[in-house]
């Protein structure tokens, strides 16, 4: 239609062009024969022989009988024509002219293209949805897949959770044993030693005898005073067997936080061994007379109280050794008890129909220590084929495998890191101990110097 309606208005335009209102006859020449010059006349021009143009053929643009007038003439109607009949304003009762019928083209050119303007942004709109949402869709996907954790990096956090409690209930059982062991050395009114030598020796073969004691030792002469005692079979000589009591059991049956005052046999086993380890004849008491000076009521500088003041040096020095024996019972003292159930299923996963519960108890303890937590989590764990079986799992699961392991590796360089801060300790107290002679000696030189005498061996004055 639109097409049609642009043809018709091209015609309308140009077609003029092509209609003249009458034609005009060129001059023939002399040598044609048969006519002179024509006058103005309808029809054809003259024969193919005549050659001349007349100058009224050409005309003038201001003459309308000529051919050019004719056309200015006729370009000129034409020009009022459009103006008047298609761009001006219709009046009242006159038809509609071009400017209304191309205003109304103009505005339905206008509207098809917001339409179809409208219709390509629809495209591009359900376009760029249906992208969006696909790629909602792909990352829902692979958020599902990278955040559905397996059962493998499961134990590592059902494992990994009770270590810090643990780890409290160690520094507990650290500061227990070693307050408990330096009151000791210092002759505590509430310790058996608090008369001294004598009462603790005597509390101490009183235990030996009723929990310790093996008729078998001292080539059988111990049978008469065995005979006082009912030791059990498995705590016979604990109290001197390091191996049997700390080294092999993972857990012990150690733990000062509960309630009550009544010990275990592995709390009782672990004083009595410490009582044969460190400081075995305590310091004797020193009398409170020896310490003040009568005649002025001051603290006394000399005799019994430098002796007693010595007897504090050398039990802070047991006590950096003690320390290190106290972390190892406090590595091996009770766990936290969430972490049994998940510990014993793996043992149980481990060892099969074969492995117990009691086996299980007698390996592990009834609440597994930080020490036994650690040992499953970097040991026993990767010792199941099930575990290399889980990695074949999702890349994400995975790379939290590994990370699970590195934090696993972590703690355990934090342990040994610990474990040579106090080995530092004990190799820095040892040193200062080996050289108490030389710093007497250089001491007395000083001493002798100062007052001018000589000292036996020095060879200074």
Not at 6 to 24: K, V
Not at 222 to 238: A, M, V, Y
Not at 348 to 372: C, F, H, T
Not at 420 to 426: A, H, T, W
């Amino acid at each position: 239609m639109k097409k049609l309606f642009l043809l018709s208005f091209l015609i309308l335009c140009f077609g003029i062009f092509f209609i003249p209102e009458q034609s005009y006859a060129g001059c023939c020449p002399p040598t044609c024969s048969g006519c002179g010059c024509a006058a103005y006349i309808n029809g054809p021009a003259c024969s193919t022989g005549c050659g001349q143009i007349s100058t009224d053929e050409t005309g003038q643009s201001d003459k309308p009988r000529t051919t050019l007038g004719h056309i200015t003439d006729e370009f000129r109607k034409h020009r009022i024509w459009m103006v008047e009949a298609f761009f001006k304003e219709p009046k009242r009762g006159d038809p509609v002219g071009l400017l209304a019928a191309m205003k109304l083209m103009t505005a339905q050119l206008a509207t098809t293209g917001m339409q179809q303007v409208e219709i390509i942004g629809t495209f591009f709109d359900a376009k760029h949805q249906l992208e969006t949402q696909r790629l909602f869709q792909q990352l829902t996907a692979q958020a599902h897949k990278d955040y559905h954790p397996s059962e493998g990096l499961c134990e590592f956090g059902t494992f990994a959770r009770s270590l810090s409690p643990s780890m409290r209930n160690v520094d507990l059982t650290v500061q227990a044993y070693s307050k408990r062991a330096v009151e000791r050395q210092m002759l505590h009114k509430d310790r058996p030693s608090a008369e001294g030598p004598l009462s603790d020796y005597k509390s101490r073969l009183g235990q030996f005898i009723e929990k310790y004691c093996n008729k078998l030792d001292n080539s059988g002469n111990l049978d008469l005073l065995c005979q006082k005692g009912n030791p059990k079979t498995e705590l016979k000589n604990k109290d001197v067997n390091y191996t049997a009591l700390i080294d092999a059991p993972l857990t012990l049956d150690v733990d000062f936080s509960k309630d009550g005052t009544d010990q275990t046999d592995d709390e009782d086993a672990i004083f009595a061994l410490g009582a044969n380890l460190f400081a075995h004849t305590v310091m004797p008491t020193v009398p409170a007379t020896s310490l003040i000076d009568e005649k002025t009521g001051e603290p006394a500088y000399g005799g019994a109280a430098k002796h007693y003041q010595d007897s504090r040096s050398v039990t802070a020095k047991r006590s950096v050794a003690i320390n290190s024996f106290a972390a190892i019972i406090g590595l091996k003292s009770k766990g936290d008890p969430e972490s049994q159930p998940f510990i014993y299923a793996l043992m149980k996963e481990m060892g099969g129909d074969d492995m117990d519960v009691e086996s299980i108890k007698q390996l592990l303890g009834d609440r597994p220590s930080y020490n036994a937590q650690m040992k499953v989590l970097t040991q026993y764990l990767y010792q199941q084929p099930n575990f290399y079986a889980n990695l074949y799992d999702k890349p994400a699961n995975v790379l939290r495998k590994d990370v699970a392991m590195q934090a696993a590796e972590l703690m355990q360089k934090r342990d040994i890191y610990r474990s040579l801060l106090r080995s530092e300790v004990i190799l820095a107290t040892m040193l200062e101990t080996a050289l108490i002679t030389e710093q007497q000696k250089v001491t007395n030189e000083f001493n002798a110097a100062r007052e001018g005498r000589v000292v036996s061996g020095s060879g200074g004055s």
